[in-house]
């Protein structure tokens, strides 16, 4: 069997709250193929956004280890983790994480300026990604100029930036309409399978999460495969 991107082994997280330690995931097993599309489903606070933290090396677990392509995150120190992120992994939150200040363009531009891409490069990848998810006469907006919908596509674009493995993506459209929702949706199983990246999704939506390759259901601190 093939390495996975993404994988995380009895995984555990506590949070200690007013001295008492609250379990939020027990004991999580995981493994995310290459090019693999999956859903992550469960009920408000099962600890969904908690476990795409920790997948994603923003939060570190209290028990059990997370890798990518084969490499623990619990070995690297911070300037490793950062780069590891930058290359490996993309992330796309509910409410969009644009950074106000800067345009459409400036905000996908600005992983790939971390990345140390050549200014060249970096224009191309950034033009040809803002066209690839409809946004590209908007490229001179900021944030505030664009709508709900505009803007998860330019935060999709900024994902894709660095040409990851793996993408998450937390909730992308629990705050859009439905007639907006059913197009990211579209646009996000595209773009898996052209870009060949793979896609963690946690979603509310049920038919975004049929339509993905398979569907884990967060419950009880555990997840255990829907389809
Ligand atoms: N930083 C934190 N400190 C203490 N408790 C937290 C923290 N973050 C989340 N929680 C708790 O962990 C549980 C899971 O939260 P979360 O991962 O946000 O769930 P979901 O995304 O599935 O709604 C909730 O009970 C929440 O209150
Ligand atoms: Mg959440």
Redesign the pocket.
């Given at each position: 069997m093939s390495e996975p991107i993404l994988e995380c082994r009895d995984l555990a997280k506590h949070?200690?709250?007013g001295g008492r330690d609250?379990p939020?995931l027990k004991q999580v097993n995981l493994r995310v193929e290459a090019g693999e599309r999956l859903a992550i489903v469960?009920?408000?606070?099962?600890?969904?956004?908690?476990?795409l933290?920790v997948l994603g090396g923003l939060d570190t677990p209290t028990q059990g280890e997370v890798l990518i392509k084969g490499q623990r995150f619990s070995q690297l120190n911070d300037n490793q983790r950062g780069r590891v992120r930058n290359r490996s992994l993309g992330f796309v939150y509910q409410f969009h994480h644009l950074l106000p200040e800067f345009s459409a363009f400036e905000n996908v531009a600005m992983p790939l300026r971390i990345g140390g891409w050549p200014e060249a490069k970096r224009t191309a990848r950034v033009k040809l990604l803002l066209e690839r998810v409809g946004v590209d006469h908007r490229s001179d907006h900021k944030p505030s100029a664009l709508s709900g919908g505009e803007r998860q596509r330019v935060a999709i674009a900024r994902a894709l930036a660095t040409q990851p493995d793996c993408v998450l993506l937390?909730e992308p459209t629990g705050n859009l309409d439905k007639h907006n929702a059913a197009n990211i949706h579209a646009l996000i199983n595209e773009l898996a399978t052209e870009f060949h990246t793979s896609f963690v999704v946690?979603t509310h939506d049920e038919h975004m999460a049929r339509a993905l390759d398979r569907v884990c259901v967060?419950e009880d601190g555990m997840l255990s495969t829907l389809s």
């Open positions: 949070y200690v709250e609250v939020v469960g009920a408000s606070g099962s600890g969904k956004s908690t476990l933290n937390d946690v967060l």
